[in-house]
């Protein structure tokens, strides 16, 4: 009879054998956690279609930002929602809006946690899309013009002190016109995370259902990329990172896996990944059925994510798997 020469289980025999050759590592460092701020006051709601998320107002953000940052988690990303909505978004960029009031308080309340903003207009504009529409029959963007708006909303927000600005339009140029616009403007410190691989996908309803973001007409396969491209996913980041991007996103996050990993081999810049709204309510709902261990589903996920390259993920599971982590769930 012939036994094995080389046996692999050695090495996991044991809790502590396993963590000494451990390739990927997991820590709340690597998370960014998404708020959703609204207009108003003593609001902390839950939103409906992402449970154990909620909308807050300015003045409930302290509370939330230093559980935030007792949980070791550095970043937040803020989706503002506003008080009216035009065809151009215009609140998106007032002084006085949501988000820039939210980016202020932050910075005063913890001003150890690094505060990004999400570039956009699709909550902004009453017909859902993510710039000033050039064709309504066909749901087309102006491209330029939106650009122009991009360069007056990062301006606002860098303003108003933000770390990071987070375009999420995935309109060509924005890069390079965004760097340009905020270096003009004395405010080269700014970083810029780009959205630079977002896919035209089917997880993101429930953020939309959050923010009120669906498109009245038409859709976004005119400037977000088909889920059946990786060259394009190249090219895209590419540009962006030629055009000043400090940091490039892949959204979302499973589906893509082999995007991030991908994009992690052409880039040496650090890699974003989303995972997004419908990943995290399709986990939600397997737990309600029982269906799943949920607490090592999610470190599973987050840590496939890792594994595939992504230096940051922005995750709705962030202070629980924060939480996990703290209590040795890596």
């Known amino acids: 009879m012939s036994f094995p020469e ?3 289980r050695r090495l996991r025999r044991s809790e502590s054998l396993r963590r000494m050759v451990r390739e990927t590592i997991l820590s709340p460092d690597n998370f960014m956690y998404p708020l959703f701020v ?12 992402l449970p154990d998320q909620y909308y807050f107002s300015v003045d409930e953000l302290p509370r939330e930002a230093e559980i935030i940052a007792k949980l070791g988690i550095p970043s937040v990303l803020l989706f503002g929602l506003p008080q009216k909505k035009d065809e151009v978004g215009s609140e998106a960029w007032h002084p ?10 932050l910075k ?3 001003p150890q946690l690094t505060v990004a903003a999400d ?4 909550e902004y504009t009453t017909h859902g899309h993510c710039g000033v529409i050039l064709d309504k029959e066909r749901g087309e963007v102006d491209n330029d013009s939106t650009l122009e708006n991009l360069g007056r909303l990062a301006v606002s927000y860098a303003q108003a002190g933000v770390d990071i600005v987070a375009p ?3 309109m060509d140029g924005m890069i390079g016109f965004m760097r340009e616009t905020l270096d003009e403007a004395d405010f080269d410190r700014v970083a810029l995370l780009s959205y630079a691989v977002k896919y035209a996908s089917a997880y993101y309803g429930p ?8 498109p009245s007409f038409g859709d976004r396969r005119g400037y977000q990329m088909d889920p059946a491209n990786i060259r394009e996913a190249i090219r ?10 400090d940091m490039v996103m892949v959204k979302p996050a499973l589906p893509y896996l082999d995007v991030i990993a991908e994009v992690r081999r052409e880039f040496d810049v650090p890699i974003a990944a989303y995972n997004v709204s419908g990943e995290y309510a399709m986990l939600r709902a397997a737990a309600e059925k029982n269906w799943i261990d949920y607490p090592k589903a999610v470190i599973e996920t987050l840590l496939s994510i890792r594994r595939a390259g992504a230096d940051m993920i922005l995750t709705y599971h962030a202070k629980e798997a924060a939480q996990l982590l703290g209590r040795g769930g890596g």
């Open 38 to 49: 609204v207009p108003g006051k003593g609001e902390r709601r839950e939103i409906s279609s």
């Open 6 to 8: 080389t046996r692999p």
């Open 96 to 105: 006085e809006g949501v988000v820039q009031r939210a980016i202020r308080t």
């Open 119 to 122: 570039a956009c207009f699709c």
């Open 168 to 170: 999420s339009g995935m």
């Open 207 to 214: 953020f939309r259902t959050a923010v009120d973001s669906t």
């Open 236 to 245: 895209e980041a590419a540009l962006d990172v030629e055009e000043g991007a």
């Open 108 to 110: 005063k309340a913890v």
